[in-house]
């Protein structure tokens, strides 16, 4: 019997029309569907609150039963930046969730707020230059596209941008996970679509040890973008495992790489875990598996 995950993703940002930005993450997997909310302000970006709700959780359908469903705000990160270093912040307000999803949805939420900001700061004309350095230490070698002295130029030249006409929606991404597992087999495909990047990567294995790998950047910012292809098809005998999911992002970061290839290597790992979890606990219900 061939046993199957699916998992899906839809992360929006919106202008809020008031010198705000609203991130929504919205989450389904067999098992649960629930929704993440941010509001920052645009000069600062900080979680807004406390006269509107800056961050909230909502859960629509878990494996817990009915009576977990929820909805609640998270006032402890009122005031906080959502930027790059807010990961450690999100985990302590979300310590108490019973899904351990909540976290993860938040920081996908606080991506797609970095991925918007182009947008945002030409529609309201802030001149970033005096933060230019913070900026530059930020992307520098973080992927293949900003290894280069063209590509670092590119945070000034913001002509990439000429093609989108937007509206209230900044920013979308979606993004999956596909698994399958049959005895020790598992074929793991993850892919995203946003509105810069598309591409895929598609994993072998063998009891979590990867047998073949290969990848496809189908839409990138860049030429360049497309020469970290190569990073995703040479992973074969390496292990994928949730205790080496950091480890795997520092593997495939870098001046050779991409981030977002990265990051679905990243939940390739996590959404494995995530099935052997739920089989552990029984979660797993026959309806959901048979192919």
């Known amino acids: 019997m ?20 609203e991130s929504r993450t ?7 569907e629930m929704m993440t909310s941010i509001f920052i ?8 609150g406390p006269t509107i709700e800056g961050a ?32 450690k912040r999100v985990l302590q307000a979300t310590a108490g969730g019973d899904t351990g999803l909540w976290a993860g949805m938040l920081l996908e939420g606080v991506k797609a707020l970095r991925q918007s900001r182009l947008f945002v700061w030409e529609r309201e004309g802030f ?5 230019l350095p913070l900026i530059e230490n930020d992307f520098r070698d973080s992927c293949i596209r900003f290894s280069t002295p063209e590509g670092m130029q590119s945070i000034l030249n913001l002509s990439h941008l000429l093609e989108h006409t937007r509206g209230d929606l900044l920013f979308s991404r979606y993004q999956y996970c596909f698994l399958q597992s049959q005895n020790l087999r598992q074929l793991v495909t993850v892919g995203l679509a946003d509105s810069f ?25 860049q030429e360049i973008c497309f020469e970290a292809e190569h990073k995703g098809n040479n992973l074969k005998g390496k292990k994928l495992s ?5 480890e795997w992002a520092r593997e495939l970061r870098g001046s050779d790489s991409c981030t977002h290839l990265a990051d679905l290597a990243r939940e390739a790992a996590s959404s494995l875990n995530y099935w052997y979890i739920q089989k552990k606990n029984n979660s797993v219900h026959q309806n959901f598996l048979v192919a």
């Open 127 to 131: 001149d970033f230059t005096p933060y």
């Open 26 to 32: 919205h989450y389904l997997d067999p098992w649960c």
């Open 242 to 246: 949730a205790v080496a999911a950091n």
């Open 41 to 48: 302000s645009n000069s600062d970006y900080k979680v807004e």
């Open 56 to 87: 909230t959780i909502e859960v629509m359908r878990n494996f817990l039963g009915k009576e977990n469903n929820c909805k609640k705000s998270l006032d402890s990160l009122i005031g906080t930046c959502a930027y790059k270093g807010v990961a």
């Open 197 to 221: 990047h598309e591409m895929t990567l598609n994993l072998e294995l063998i009891d979590t040890k990867i047998t073949s790998s290969s990848t496809k950047i189908i839409r990138a910012p």
């Open 2 to 21: 061939i046993e199957s995950l699916n998992r899906f993703w839809q992360v929006s940002v919106y202008d809020q029309k008031n010198g705000m930005s």
